[in-house]
């Protein structure tokens, strides 16, 4: 089983990714992200990661243990009402994660998370990479107005890159 799941990881990379989410609809999410934080104070990262990486692998590490990994060093969490969020695909194992830092997650239960999830996957599953991250950022951007507006006159100061990152 092994060493199914480290060929499978080798053998999709940033190509696949490319494939399943073409430059387009990557400029359509940032831009999407941009729009979004124009309603709210919190910070949105998407990251879109073909396979583990190899040292992932031997140790047997899964797509959550990664996502909160690439949550720090996409310095998701260094944002100063403690809002960002991250959005991690990973496609060789099917993997969503949603990683919220602790100024979100006081305010939203587990199965909020869960719910987002679940809408990534049907999309997914039905083929809309692109719809189902669309989805997915409406739904967090949904809970970060609801939790950290804007206050009239104020604008998000883009603490982090808009950008989709791509691994």
Not at 24 to 42: C, D, F, K, P, W
Not at 83 to 103: F, H, S
Request: include cysteine; proline fraction near 3%.
């Amino acid at each position: 089983m092994k060493l199914q799941r480290f060929f499978k990881h080798r053998w999709i990379d940033h190509k696949d990714v490319e494939r399943l989410l073409p430059q387009a609809a990557v400029e359509n999410l940032q831009t999407l992200v941009q729009q979004s934080e124009r309603h709210h104070s919190g910070e949105i990262c998407i990251c879109v990661e073909g396979g583990l990486p190899l040292s992932y692998l031997w140790k047997g590490l899964t797509a959550r243990q990664r996502a909160v990994t690439l949550f720090g060093k996409l310095r998701v969490w260094d944002t100063d009402a403690n809002n960002g969020v991250l959005i991690y695909l990973q496609i060789a194992d099917r993997a969503i994660e949603i990683v919220a830092d602790r100024g979100l997650n006081a305010h939203v239960t587990a199965a909020e998370w869960l719910g987002v999830v679940a809408a990534l996957r049907e999309q997914l599953k039905a083929g809309g990479c692109e719809a189902g991250l669309i989805e997915a950022v409406a739904a967090v951007d949904a809970l970060l107005t609801e939790h950290f507006p804007l206050r009239p006159g104020t604008v998000n100061r883009n603490e982090l890159p808009d950008r989709v990152v791509v691994l």
